[in-house]
């Protein structure tokens, strides 16, 4: 009978997901995540992104900017580019978390175990910024797209038929016009909210005995990890997003490069207007990236994704 346990235990592991099987839960867990947070902070991006293209107009904070949007265009102007933010944030979180989480294997399987753990912060940054790179081509199309929807109001109606104008005035190369500024935004975004999620909840966790932890427990700590790590990533990259806002919302003139568009945009913005929008972009980033570590933190233990 003592065989029972120990067979039973080789059927589970045996059970366990691996390889691609294992990675795909990561991603589907990370694309949920990403979409579901994102998507849920499209009023809050809205106005965000007014007072970075208009700030002289928006200029009563993110409570009376709201104010405005709904007294000049209507509630339903809040809801503006939910489709492509869905839609982007869904194959951007695949990738991120997916990415992620595969360049950690990589990098351990490199490094040793005992090494990478003495590393492990090279290892988060390195992989973080591996998994962004991939991650934003597959954002920025649809990240061109909300912007253009969200700075020209009736500019197209939702996502469908944004994405078709833009490709058939502007062609493809439009949707990545941003490309530069979104990976200047992304990776170092990235990097900082996954060191600093990775790091706050190591200092919790060591305090505690994992593995006596309720669930609702390990959601907290993901939580709060996720807030104070949304925070540190929103502060880092608040430059290039509001450049991102910018360069998106105009074609750039005939002949004109994509650098010295991003040169010129940073000369009119100068230091203070590249932090337009800051305190909007805080609650929005630190209130989406708890959400969203805490949504993949219980995803993927429900599908059982656990390396």
């Known amino acids: 009978m003592a065989a029972a346990p120990a067979a039973m235990a080789q059927h ?14 990561f ?21 965000k992104t007014r007072i970075q293209l208009d700030p002289a107009t928006y200029n009563r904070g993110m409570i ?27 194959m951007q979180g695949a990738f991120k978390f997916g990415g992620y989480e595969f360049f950690q294997k990589k990098s351990i399987d490199i490094l040793g175990p005992e090494k990478a753990h003495q590393n492990r912060t090279a290892v988060y940054v390195v992989s973080a910024g591996c998994a962004e790179f991939f991650a934003s081509i597959a954002l920025c199309p649809l990240e061109a797209t ?20 833009i490709l058939k005035n502007e062609g493809i190369g439009a949707f990545y016009s941003g490309f530069g500024p979104i990976l200047f935004k992304q990776v170092p975004y990235t990097i900082t909210k996954f060191v600093a ?4 909840s190591e200092a919790i966790l060591s305090q505690f005995d994992k593995s006596k932890l309720s669930n609702g427990a390990q959601t907290a700590v993901n939580l709060g ?34 650098v010295s568009r991003l040169i010129k945009i940073a000369g009119e ?16 980033v630190g209130g989406l990236t708890a959400g969203q570590f805490a949504i993949y933190g219980d995803i993927k233990k429900a599908l059982g994704a656990t390396k």
């Not at 991603?27 to 949920?32: K, Q, T």
């Not at 265009?73 to 982007?88: D, K, M």
């Not at 109001?153 to 038929?161: E, R, Y």
């Open 64 to 90: 009376g900017s709201f104010r405005q949007v709904i007294q000049n265009e209507g509630i339903g102007a809040l809801a503006t580019g939910f489709g492509p933010t869905f839609a982007g944030y869904f």
């Open 197 to 200: 999620f990775e790091k706050v």
């Open 146 to 165: 909300r912007i253009r929807l969200v700075s020209t109001p009736g500019f197209a109606n939702g996502l469908i038929g944004g994405f078709g104008k």
């Open 12 to 25: 589970t592991e045996l059970k366990k997901p691996r390889g691609l099987d294992l990675y795909t839960r």
């Open 225 to 258: 990890s996720g807030l104070i790590g949304g925070f540190a990533a929103a502060i880092v990259s608040q430059p290039a997003d509001t450049m991102l806002s910018k360069i998106n919302k105009t074609k750039g003139l005939p002949g004109e490069s994509t």
């Open 27 to 47: 991603a589907l867990a990370g694309a949920l995540g990403c979409s579901i947070t994102h998507g849920a902070f499209t009023p809050v991006d809205v106005v």
């Open 269 to 284: 913005l100068g230091f203070r207007g590249s932090f337009a929008g800051l305190p909007t972009r805080l609650f929005m």
